[in-house]
């Protein structure tokens, strides 16, 4: 077994429905979210530490508000405003909600690189960074 790697990465759903994206995500891992706080709606989350549950996934829609101008705008110009967005980071690559979205590559799309980090000298650092497949040596 390979050393954990943290991962991060942000999908395109390809839903307009938050709470369809995390059923779907309990019904096919097992894992419950929600009684464990391990999910947020709305808040767009950047690189935080993973919670103590070695994962943390906020489903988002594509949309930022100006509140200055009152207007609306794509987070990801190149996506549709109306797309829900996936943002997980995790403590091991391996972890099964981040392995049920690699498992998915036609329903669930990188809008941005994933990337692989690990500890190393006690400075983190990024270890690989792309879009799907991963490279073996950080799967299981």
Do not use: C
């Amino acid at each position: 077994m390979n050393k954990p790697h943290e991962a991060f990465a942000t999908y395109q759903a390809g839903t307009t429905d938050q709470q369809e994206i995390v059923d779907m995500i309990e019904r096919e891992t097992g894992i419950s979210f929600e009684d464990r706080g391990d999910i947020e709606y709305g808040d767009f989350w950047r690189h935080h530490p993973p919670s103590r549950y070695g994962i943390r996934v906020d489903v988002v829609d594509n949309v930022l508000y100006d509140d200055d101008n009152d207007t609306y705008s794509a987070r990801y110009p190149n996506l549709s405003m109306d797309t829900v967005l996936v943002d997980i980071g995790v403590e091991d690559i391996n972890h099964p909600v981040f392995r049920f979205f690699l498992s998915r590559p036609q329903q669930f799309k990188p809008v941005k690189p994933i990337t692989i980090m690990a500890d190393v000298d006690d400075e983190p650092t990024v270890l690989w960074e792309g879009y799907p497949p991963i490279p073996s040596e950080y799967l299981d």
